[in-house]
């Protein structure tokens, strides 16, 4: 659809789906090949922030569902793929180590590589990759490891996400797993799943796919995640109370040098019902309203510039171009919708 219908429309695009999904699954694999997913799909952005944006909606779903006892796994598939470009293995062997690494198999994977015609240097960085899991401080035994700058640049792409996503504040329900390698084939950068207590799978996965929709003729980098609709409700029944919330657009268009203020106001607004997207591609002001236009967003909220003083942002909307002043202040006050009305 991103590739002909929507061709001409601008970058990036933000689109939501929720449906019936069919997919393959090896036999006796314990998964269903007909599953219901609700997701979500930015197309057109290459970054960090974007990555983060997409595990940063994953938590803010689960916290808005009540669902306290859940995590969020991340990956970065291309650490993985730097490193066994470097070992210079044949492929039925990185087959093997493949296969035995996403099994979490270490004394598998010692078994294959102790033989293997590949420097010690590598050997222990593939070594390790099962038990590469933890915390944030985990980033740093896998910089010993980085073979290359392939795969330093791994390390400080997730490393940048991490950044981000502890401005969101969401840090805390967050794992990180270099070894995983799910979605090898389709995935190029950051991965993620979320899983909760009680729940034996997956409740949501996703991560960065930059090279699908070069494949239908529209080359543009891409991250999205979805949710296994099934998987919620299951993890959902003891909270029948659930209920939807109803949103309203911003376009939050920043003209500082540091995305701190603005992150924690897209993250202020969405705790208020709102929904908020941060415009990371670099545009001017026009460019930025015509862009809001076109994507049928109601209102743009500016960030710095001459556009107000220090403690206001600007808001505009869009339809007619009529804007007015709110103090910071009062973005987290109760009554901040009736003050748009």
Do not use: W
Request: net charge negative; proline share 3%.
């Amino acid at each position: 659809m991103v590739a002909t219908r929507m061709r001409g429309y601008p970058l990036p695009h933000r689109l939501c789906y929720t449906g019936r999904v069919l997919r393959h699954a090896e036999l006796q694999s314990g998964r269903s090949r007909e599953i219901f997913q609700a997701g979500v799909e930015l197309i057109g952005l290459d970054s960090p922030e974007a990555d983060a944006e997409m595990v940063a909606m994953a938590v803010e779903v689960m916290e808005g569902l009540g669902l306290g006892d859940f995590k969020v796994d991340m990956g970065q598939v291309d650490f993985f793929r730097a490193i066994m470009a470097a070992s210079g293995l044949t492929a039925p062997l990185k087959g093997l180590l493949r296969e035995a690494i996403g099994k979490k198999d270490a004394s598998a994977v010692r078994d294959i590589l102790e033989e293997a015609p590949t420097a010690d240097a590598v050997k222990e960085a593939i070594a390790l990759l099962p038990r590469l899991f933890g915390g944030r401080e985990m980033l740093a035994q896998a910089e010993r490891l980085a073979v290359d700058d392939r795969a330093r640049r791994a390390l400080d792409n997730i490393s940048q996400a991490l950044d981000i996503l502890d401005i969101y504040g969401v840090s805390d329900y967050l794992t990180i797993d270099l070894g995983e390698i799910r979605g090898l084939d389709y995935h190029t950068g950051i991965t993620f799943e979320g899983f909760v207590g009680g729940v034996g799978h997956p409740v949501c996965g996703g991560g960065r796919y930059d090279g699908l929709t070069a494949k239908y003729g529209f080359p543009a980098p891409a991250t999205g995640f979805a949710f296994d609709t099934l998987a919620l409700l299951s993890a959902l029944e003891r909270r029948p109370d659930v209920e939807a919330s109803t949103t309203r657009d911003f376009l939050l268009f920043n003209l500082r040098d540091d995305r701190r203020e603005v992150l924690e106001i897209a993250q202020c607004l969405r705790r208020r019902g709102f929904s908020a997207a941060r415009d990371i591609i670099c545009r001017d002001f026009p460019q930025s309203l015509a862009y809001a236009k076109r994507m049928n967003i109601l209102r743009m909220m500016v960030i710095g510039g001459d556009y107000c003083a220090d403690d206001e942002v600007y808001v505009v909307r869009v339809a007619d171009r009529k804007g007015i002043t709110i103090k910071k202040a009062d973005l987290f006050r109760e009554d901040f919708s009736l003050q748009l009305a």
